[in-house]
């Protein structure tokens, strides 16, 4: 148990709808990460927020967004949902320090269907 | 650009043996390897991580090494169970990148047989 949640836990939408996906970030934690992972492959990044600023993006377009609050909570959206957004998709929070950076926790992650 | 890359792609061996999983990496300009458990659907367990000054890593039954130079991590099982039946994924986190962000393999499909 990493005290990382997710929510939903799963979701189906349609193509062209909006989503939003939530995390709950481990007590403490000020960096959350998004990953996407498609069937039978590794997660890829998509963004890191550190203390509510987006702190790198991977190659994701810009219909994938996020937020991330003064609790340390974030939140996932992406536009226009297309069929190959279909994935799970899964959160990290960590402490980031000037010192020493700890692990990644995981959260369970959201399975979202697009159809 | 970074790639990691994990071989074998699956493995199924009968219960009690020792096994081991590789994972390649393009870039050994890495803060860090890391070895996660995944089951079906679920998400990310890390096992164990790996710092780029260290060898290797211990946890239980499980050892990791790490040859940063040649770009090489290993990942060995001692005395397989059926509990241990998962997919293993290996990720880096590359030093060039000021982002915490890990690059993943593939993974490599684990079914350990009673």
């Known amino acids: 148990e990493t005290g990382v949640t997710q929510s939903p836990t799963h979701l189906i939408k349609t193509r062209g709808q909006q989503v939003t996906l939530r995390c709950s970030s481990q007590?403490?934690?000020?960096?959350v990460s998004w990953y996407q992972q498609a069937l039978g492959q590794g997660p890829q990044f998509i963004f890191q927020?550190?203390?509510?600023?987006?702190?790198g993006r991977g190659n994701f377009p810009p219909r994938f967004s996020g937020l991330q609050f003064p609790n340390y909570s974030s939140e996932l959206n992406v536009n226009a949902l297309e069929l190959d957004d279909s994935a799970l998709y899964l959160c990290a929070s960590s402490l980031v320090r000037e010192e020493s950076t700890d692990t990644q926790y995981f959260g369970p992650g959201t399975r979202l269907t697009v159809l | 650009k970074q790639e990691v890359t994990q071989i074998p792609a699956a493995l199924s061996v009968p219960e009690g043996e020792n096994l081991v999983l590789n994972c390649s990496f393009t870039d050994s300009a890495i803060y860090n390897l890391q070895w996660f458990r995944q089951d079906p659907g679920k998400g990310l367990t890390s096992l164990l991580l790996i710092q780029s000054s260290q060898r290797e890593q211990t946890s239980g039954r499980l050892n990791a090494s790490l040859d940063k130079s040649s770009g090489r991590s290993t990942l060995y099982i001692a005395a397989s169970q059926p509990g241990d039946s998962a997919t293993y994924l290996c990720a880096v986190r590359p030093a060039t990148s000021g982002t915490y962000k890990y690059i993943f393999g593939t993974g490599t499909r684990l079914k350990v047989l009673a």
């Open positions: 007590s403490g934690h000020n960096t």
């Open positions: 927020y550190y203390r509510e600023e987006e702190n």
